[in-house]
């Protein structure tokens, strides 16, 4: 982006007006037009919103980031490090002396400052969602070796920087830029504008701010993963078409010149081990693919895939029995198949679904289309529970009575029934605020919490959270719901209750319910409900609590909660028993 472009996205967005997004960049150096870029970016990304960003004193990086102060509204903030905030020294606005003696004092100097600064980011990092770009400007000539040559002091210096990354990335609510990210989208020659830095305290070219603002806001408004991937496999899992040359002509190695597409299942067995759901749409014979699939070369285990839809059929077809079986909405998942046709045949079907093309012999091409699907199932970090999913699904697809379709109130006979609950709000929960962000069946009203929001929720001494999780006899399910709200006396606000829909049909909304006037002895329970468009689950669960159709601000005291809950759950133990 040209800097003409980014004040022109600017005046439009103030303009046009719209609720706040308060950001902030701490940083050592001035950050100028890089502010202007990312407030351009943040607009295009966030249309409906007016992005404000502070900054803060210019030299005092720590002290900045010390200031992002709980009391504040902010919604993300930015961590710039450059050399410079670990010692002036290593900077082109110092005047101190250079020489030899004086590398053991820079390195002393860096270790001091590092630790302050890890430890500012830890403290601030627990209310406010924090991104850290570390040095992205080249080290001056102050070592004795040549330009060519990597120096002890600049090794011990550079581990210095590691150390703090590797510290800082571990912590919640703290994400660390890619270097190689920016390294692909701004050279290292191209980044230093030294006669910036000297007239303003702006040491970055405008290609490098617009560069590194990009990748900022990609943080700021971080997009919601996809949770399924639905793959083709002639000409795309392997090469060669499975009904024409065997599952003995079919490739993925060297020796055929295919080994991108053992790329591509490797590729796609990680995304599996993480969570992600993997089902095939294949138009092909059944028994084949069967024996295709137990090659004892695969890439990855067939087991990963669920389920195997292969048939004669149009590909819309299955995709929509997939989707039936993961029950989940077309918007979360990709579908990637060689041919154009079978591409927007689906996509008529599904409009809502992303169609990606396999670039069948382009090994360039394969390459780049695994760093795009990175980007789409990109998540902060892999909790228990989507290690589970796919398990969890099989077991659901196997139980007659268990189903995409099942009824909330369709009791099931499922034994040995553990449900534990945790009203903790410190350290926050991520797997808690995922679970609200993305469920949509069960949900009270369809708000969303961006991670500042969602923090300063539990930051208030009123506000109350409980997260259950549930297991039985045939495994874990994991954190499958979470309540949040507030109480005033006697009276407990219900601002968000989702419930994963793997448990439905397990009444567990019922026990939360009977939990809930346990734990916080209410007299009155409101829910702050809205309807939307996919949330009948939860409007039906409302209307047997309540006795009528729920409204905005409806409420039910805690003798009739009591009835109604004790009485679903003794007429689930009824018929189990």
């Known amino acids: 982006m040209k800097l003409a472009e980014a004040l022109n996205l600017v005046m439009r967005m103030r303009s046009r007006g719209g609720n706040l997004l308060p950001c902030c960049i701490a940083a050592g150096i001035n ?22 960003i502070r ?52 390195l002393t100097t860096a270790k001091g400052r590092s630790s302050r600064l890890r430890q500012a980011i830890e403290e601030v990092g627990l209310h406010l969602p924090l991104t850290i ?15 060519w040559q990597m120096s002890e002091f600049e090794l011990d210096l550079r581990t210095i920087v590691q150390s703090l990354a590797s510290d800082v990335c571990r912590l919640a609510g703290v994400g660390v830029l890619s270097s190689q990210s920016l390294d692909q989208q701004s050279p290292m020659a191209a980044r230093l504008d030294i006669e910036s830095d000297i007239r303003t305290g ?16 990609q943080f700021a408004k971080r997009p919601v993963p996809k949770k399924g991937l639905i793959t083709d496999l002639d000409d795309t899992l392997w090469r060669g078409i499975l009904g024409e040359i065997g599952i003995g002509g079919i490739s993925w190695d060297l020796e055929h010149g295919s080994q991108m597409h053992a790329f591509y299942q490797r590729f796609i067995g990680a995304l599996a081990s993480e969570g992600v759901l993997i089902g095939i749409a294949s138009k092909n014979d059944h028994g084949l693919v069967e024996e295709a699939l137990r090659r004892s070369d695969l890439a990855l285990s067939p087991t990963m895939f669920f389920p195997v839809e292969a048939r004669w059929t149009p590909k819309s077809q299955s995709v929509a029995r997939i989707l039936k079986t993961w029950n989940v909405g077309s918007e979360s998942v990709v579908f990637i198949d060689d041919s154009p046709f079978e591409l927007e045949e689906v996509n008529l079907a599904f409009p809502n679904i992303e169609c990606v093309r396999f670039p069948t012999k382009d090994n360039t091409a394969i390459y780049n289309l695994t760093l795009h699907l990175r980007n789409l199932f990109g998540k902060r970090t892999v909790f228990e529970e989507d290690t589970i999913r796919l398990e969890s699904i099989r077991r659901a697809h196997s139980d007659a009575n268990v189903n995409a379709g099942a009824s909330l109130t369709e009791p099931l006979d499922h034994t040995e029934t553990e449900i534990t609950f945790n009203s903790g709000k410190t350290p926050p929960d991520p797997r808690a605020l ?37 297991r039985d006899k045939f495994g874990p399910l994991g954190k499958i719901a979470v309540i949040a709200g507030h109480r005033y006396k006697r009276k407990l606000t219900i601002n968000t209750w989702v419930m994963s829909c793997r448990a439905f049909s397990r009444r567990v909304e019922y026990r939360c319910l009977v939990e809930l006037i346990a734990q916080f002895d209410p007299e009155e329970i409101e829910f702050q409900y809205a309807r939307t468009e996919r949330n009948e689950p939860l409007h039906n669960f409302l209307g047997e609590i309540l006795g009528t159709s729920p409204s905005p601000g409806c409420a039910v005291s805690r003798k009739m909660a009591e009835i109604r809950a004790d009485a679903s759950l003794n007429r689930q133990e009824s018929i189990n028993g």
């Open 55 to 106: 900054e803060g004193i210019y030299g005092d990086l720590v002290g900045n980031v010390r200031r992002l102060s709980i009391g504040d509204d902010l919604e993300f903030g930015a961590v710039l490090i450059e050399w410079t905030d670990l010692d002036p020294r290593l900077g082109v606005r110092s005047a101190a002396k250079w020489s030899n003696s004086e590398l053991s004092d820079i």
């Open 202 to 217: 702006f040491p970055y070219s405008l290609s490098h701010a617009s560069a590194l603002a990009a990748l900022l806001a």
């Open 133 to 147: 770009c570390f040095p992205s400007l080249p080290l001056p000539p102050y070592s004795f070796a040549s330009s």
């Open 31 to 52: 950050p100028l037009h890089l502010k202007t870029f990312l407030t351009a970016e943040l607009s295009l990304l966030c249309p409906d919103q007016t992005v404000e």
């Open 434 to 470: 995922e679970l609200v962000n993305k469920t949509n069946q069960f949900n009270l009203n369809g708000q969303r919490y961006s991670e500042a929001s969602w923090h300063r929720l539990l930051l208030d001494p009123n506000s109350f959270l409980l997260v259950a999780s549930y």
